[in-house]
């Protein structure tokens, strides 16, 4: 029997930013969260739903408890993935202990859904890198330096978090990165499509949304930086 449920995907809220002052994204998420419709089958966090997150045995960052609530009130009701980002890689078992969150532990994951080969992964591991940023991976993926991390006073570690992603926010000030089929992650998904049939490939990552036919089969979506209900794809 064919799957009438819906599936919902979201990415780069990067709740408990600079640039979300006052909370007016936090707070829309979390109402997003409770007005889910009984349909759907289950949702899909596609990574850097956190600005910055580390968990700690004994801290809950400030600024998230409403989405926290939420998220554990869904997970309640139907299955919710975690894919981590570059800035929320630092999610171990809090997710999954205290609010029934789903972790996934690969970079990217292969499913079936509704008929269709899913590809899903945040995105920022795949494709070709240069040097600094492989070595950015590297540090930031490293149980040592986890450890190191999580042994710091959280505002020490937060204070150094806040001013990293000011300085990617002056990077990029319009945003996001728009994707095309020049860029390395169309390739990606163009050289992996070329060994194995693959439907979507769903990504986050970039902040902008497209939506690209990939030559070796398939689509390739990026689904933008969600600020609202707008930004949540469906499958």
Known sequence: MEDAGRYLFVADLHLGAASDPG???????ADFLHSIPEDVRGLYLMGDIFDFWVDYRDVVPRGSVRVLAALADVAGKIPVWFFRG???WWVTDYFEKELGVHIVEEPWKIIEL?????FLGHGDTLGSHDAKS???FHVFRNKT???????LPPRWVFAFANRWSAH???RHPDGGTEVTRETDIYRFADSFGRTRKID??????WHRKA?????????LRILGAWTGPSDTFEL
């Open 86 to 88: 570059n800035h929320d």
């Open 211 to 219: 939506c690209i036919p990939v030559e070796s089969g398939g689509e």
């Open 145 to 151: 330096c986890i450890a190191l991390l999580r042994a």
């Open 168 to 170: 990617s926010r002056r």
């Open 200 to 205: 979507c490939y769903i990504f986050g990552h």
């Open 114 to 118: 509704k008929g269709k080969t899913i």
């Open 23 to 29: 909370g007016v994204r936090e707070r829309a998420f």
């Open 134 to 136: 492989k070595l950015i």
